[in-house]
């Protein structure tokens, strides 16, 4: 059954959008991560630099949901062209994910040094570049691109909240998952999710690619 005929266009919409923005922000494979960088804070502290990382990355990802479009204007550039960039991006970060390695494009060993004071570690690098990485922007201004009319806007919208909340829900029990699923279980996890994201971009690829191929095709012939 083709689903495209059964589920609302604005479901569909959502739907990719979740599983696109859930993968690049990827909670669950950089739990360790958080956890390494919160180790020294008592639980009252990791509550106060989670929630002010999280508004932080929101807040980051609203703003370029908002301006994609005005940016492509700005500098010529076509959603096309993103998308092909954008996929060949998440590509490479779903194929790192497949192969259990954190992205360098999140944070460096650097920044975790340099950030030790509370507010400046929940600003950078936890909310910046951890959680609202490349990747997540990225995604964010291809997807809001396509949002055609109110209620797809609306629906992308929510869908980075719902990510948002789902990701301090899951840093916050990080400890918990950890114990849990253990490392090799939130690898495999990290794994699955990398292969979505790897489909996810082949797919952007296609969609940036298809219009420029029948556009050569058309004035060849």
């Given at each position: 059954?083709?689903?495209?005929?059964?589920?609302?266009?604005?479901?569909?919409?959502?739907?990719?959008?979740?599983?696109?923005?859930?993968?690049?922000?990827?909670?669950?494979?950089?739990?360790?991560?958080?956890?390494?960088?919160?180790?020294?804070?008592?639980?009252?502290?990791?509550?106060?630099?989670?929630?002010?990382?999280?508004?932080?990355?929101?807040?980051v990802l609203?703003?370029?949901?908002?301006i994609g479009?005005?940016?492509?204007?700005?500098?010529?550039?076509?959603?096309?062209?993103?998308?092909?960039?954008?996929?060949?991006?998440?590509?490479?970060?779903?194929?790192?994910?497949?192969?259990?390695?954190?992205?360098?494009?999140?944070?460096?060993?650097?920044?975790?040094?340099?950030?030790?004071?509370?507010?400046?570690?929940?600003?950078?690098?936890?909310?910046?570049?951890?959680?609202?990485?490349?990747?997540?922007?990225?995604?964010?201004?291809?997807?809001?691109?396509?949002?055609?009319?109110?209620?797809?806007?609306?629906?992308?919208?929510?869908?980075?909240?719902?990510?948002?909340?789902?990701?301090?829900?899951?840093?916050?029990?990080?400890?918990?998952?950890?114990?849990?699923?253990?490392?090799?279980?939130?690898?495999?996890?990290?794994?699955?999710?990398?292969?979505?994201?790897?489909?996810?971009?082949?797919?952007f690829i296609?969609?940036?690619?298809?219009?420029?191929?029948?556009?050569?095709?058309?004035?060849?012939?």
């Amino acid at each position: 059954m083709d689903l495209s005929t059964v589920l609302p266009s604005y479901f569909q919409y959502f739907l990719i959008s979740f599983f696109s923005l859930f993968s690049l922000v990827n909670p669950i494979g950089l739990s360790p991560v958080y956890l390494s960088m919160v180790e020294h804070f008592d639980e009252r502290e990791k509550k106060k630099v989670l929630l002010k990382a999280i508004l932080t990355a929101t807040s980051v990802l609203i703003i370029f949901m908002m301006i994609g479009r005005l940016i492509f204007t700005f500098f010529g550039i076509t959603v096309d062209a993103f998308r092909i960039v954008g996929g060949i991006l998440f590509f490479k970060m779903g194929m790192g994910m497949m192969e259990g390695k954190v992205s360098r494009t999140k944070s460096t060993p650097k920044e975790e040094e340099e950030a030790q004071d509370k507010d400046e570690i929940a600003f950078t690098p936890i909310g910046i570049p951890l959680i609202a990485g490349p990747g997540a922007i990225t995604s964010v201004m291809i997807l809001s691109s396509e949002a055609t009319n109110f209620i797809d806007k609306a629906v992308f919208l929510i869908t980075i909240i719902i990510v948002m909340v789902l990701t301090y829900i899951i840093f916050l029990l990080a400890n918990k998952f950890t114990a849990k699923f253990g490392t090799a279980g939130l690898r495999v996890m990290q794994r699955i999710m990398g292969l979505i994201l790897m489909v996810i971009a082949v797919q952007f690829i296609v969609n940036g690619l298809t219009p420029i191929v029948t556009g050569w095709l058309l004035s060849s012939g």
